[in-house]
Each structure stands twice: as structure tokens, then as C-alpha cells.
């Protein structure tokens, strides 16, 4: 699953994460979350890009720290109280890869209907296109919906 991609319910809805990172609130798939945690120490990876320029160990296992600040064109960020690490389950070459990603704020987890995805305009938006799948109206405010393998890739 990546993106919001997965188990629509029968109403065409489906649970997302709602997360903020820097500016910009992003929806996870709820069922591609496999935990949320707090901050923990991270190793930098000589060599690595930027935006998975480190690894933190969760539960015994070497995961790759991702930060879209730099994907999204954000400035750097520091950690905050609110400050998480968010540990989903994505596919990369269509290979299963489990990535922490850095969040400003995690929200609550919510349900986004289908037919409220709308396309990325082509004009008016700082975002590469190829990395979001859709914007949402949630509220008052648009959602991003990720598409992690392109960001991640």
C-alpha cells in the first residue's frame, strides 16, 4: 500500500493519518502505519541523500529515517515536543521497505472518502506533482496525500 491507497470501507471511505510536517498536513493509509514513536537517537549514513540521510533502530531493526522537508522544498526543521516518528510500511521497486518518517505533529486518524481526492493543480502549488496523488479538502484546510514511493525513490 502507499499513499491512501488500501482498505476503502463500504462507503468508499478509508482511515488515514493525519500528519503535519513543517507546513503541510499529509494523510498516511492508516492500515501502512504500523507505529508511531518518539524521537529516538538516529545514526547518519555516510553517502546517504538528504531526505534518508540516517537510520534509527526499531525494535532490533535498522530502519531508514526519511525527513520530507527537503522532498517539499521546507526548510530544515528542528525536534519539537510534538515531534514523531511515524513507521510505515510502503513498496519501493514493488518491494515491501519499512521507513520511519519525521513528523512535526501526528493528529488523529480519520476517514477520507474517495470521491473527496481531487488532482494536483499544475499551477499554484510549490510541490512537485509527481509527489502528491491527491489533495483533499479536510475542514478548512487541504490534505496532501503522499505518494511515498516517488518521494522516497
Do not use: Q
Not at 549514513?45 to 522544498?73: I, S
Not at 512537485?128 to 525513490?153: H, M, N
Amino acid at each position: 500500500m502507499n499513499g491512501v491507497e488500501g482498505a476503502a470501507d463500504r462507503f468508499g471511505a478509508e482511515p488515514v493519518v493525519l500528519l503535519r510536517i513543517g507546513t503541510e498536513t499529509f494523510a498516511f493509509a492508516a492500515g501502512m502505519v504500523r507505529e508511531i514513536i518518539d524521537p529516538i537517537p538516529a545514526t547518519r549514513v555516510a553517502g546517504a541523500r538528504g531526505h534518508v540521510g540516517h537510520v534509527v533502530n526499531v525494535r532490533g531493526n535498522v530502519v531508514p529515517l526519511a525527513d520530507l522537508r527537503e522532498r517539499f522544498g521546507m526548510e530544515p526543521g528542528s525536534a519539537g515536543a510534538d515531534t514523531r516518528y511515524v513507521v510505515v510500511e510502503t513498496r519501493l521497486a514493488d518491494e515491501p521497505v519499512v521507513v520511519a518518517v519525521v513528523a512535526d505533529k501526528v493528529f488523529e486518524v480519520t476517514e477520507i472518502r474517495s470521491s473527496d481526492h481531487r488532482p494536483v493543480p499544475r499551477l499554484g502549488t510549490r510541490w512537485r506533482p509527481d509527489y502528491v496523488r491527491s489533495i483533499v479538502k479536510c475542514g478548512d484546510e487541504f490534505v496532501l496525500v503522499p505518494d511515498l514511493e516517488t518521494i522516497l525513490a
